[in-house]
């Protein structure tokens, strides 16, 4: 337990898949709780997924993302190993640090009482979100030197009409470099793909925070915040 939880407190069970009960707690000792069952809850899944493509950072940075993407509303979180990322996910280390990225999602999850969980997907490489793009009703590159703005572009582009015909919902990707930035390669590779290079604003923003606001930035483009939370 975070805290100590009392009688009468509400606290919320949830499968991460959408389904919960709300409950009272009805007594509490060290190490487990007594509840009440006062609801069953069942939350459709959020349409449409965002998905975010998170260079790798170095130190805790990348975590910090994975955090703060999970807190804003994010559907999946893919690490890719960019060519100029300074971190490595390489054997029993790379294992480690992806189990680190998972537990920095649940327990940002529970923080901002989340029904669904998001995705922290396996180690991607250029091919993978390649694959992801393509797949994507809309491919969103960011970059400091694009010139169209990301605020109002989902708006702009008829998602549902772009998605694939073998895709289940409607997904749009955000692909965010490292530290270093997305190599020429890459940002010609992405574009051929697909995706739209585009920037969040005047400033440069740290790697482990421009997904964060590029997210939010969509999330209030399509309404995503509009309705009721979770």
Not at 99 to 111: L, P
Not at 140 to 149: G, K, R
Not at 200 to 209: A, D, F, I, P, Q
């Given at each position: ?8 407190e ?11 009960v ?48 999970t ?66 009703a ?93």
């Amino acid at each position: 337990m975070v805290r100590r939880l009392r009688p009468g407190e509400p606290v919320d069970v949830t499968d991460g898949l959408g389904r919960a009960v709300e409950c009272e707690v009805v007594a509490a000792r060290r190490d487990e709780i007594d509840c009440a069952v006062r609801r069953r809850v069942a939350a459709a899944a959020p349409s449409p997924r965002l998905v975010v493509v998170q260079a790798l950072a170095k130190g805790d940075r990348g975590e910090r993302a994975v955090e703060m993407l999970t807190e804003v509303g994010v559907d999946e979180i893919v690490p890719w190993s960019a060519a100029r990322s300074v971190a490595r996910w390489e054997g029993v280390r790379g294992v480690r640090a992806r189990e680190r990225w998972v537990r920095a999602a649940e327990e940002a999850s529970k923080q901002s009482h989340r029904l669904h969980w998001p995705v922290v997907g396996e180690l991607a490489g250029l091919k993978e979100v390649v694959e992801r793009v393509r797949a994507a009703a809309l491919a969103v590159l960011l970059h400091e030197e694009a010139t169209i703005p990301l605020v109002g572009l989902a708006r702009s582009v008829e998602v549902s009409e772009r998605v694939a015909p073998a895709a289940s919902a409607a997904e749009l990707v955000l692909v965010v470099g490292p530290e270093g930035g997305v190599s020429e390669l890459e940002l010609a590779t992405l574009g051929e793909a697909g995706a739209i290079v585009s920037r969040l604003g005047s400033t440069v923003l740290r790697t482990s925070t421009a997904g964060v606001v590029a997210a939010a930035v969509v999330f209030a483009d399509l309404g995503r915040w509009d309705g009721p939370a979770r």
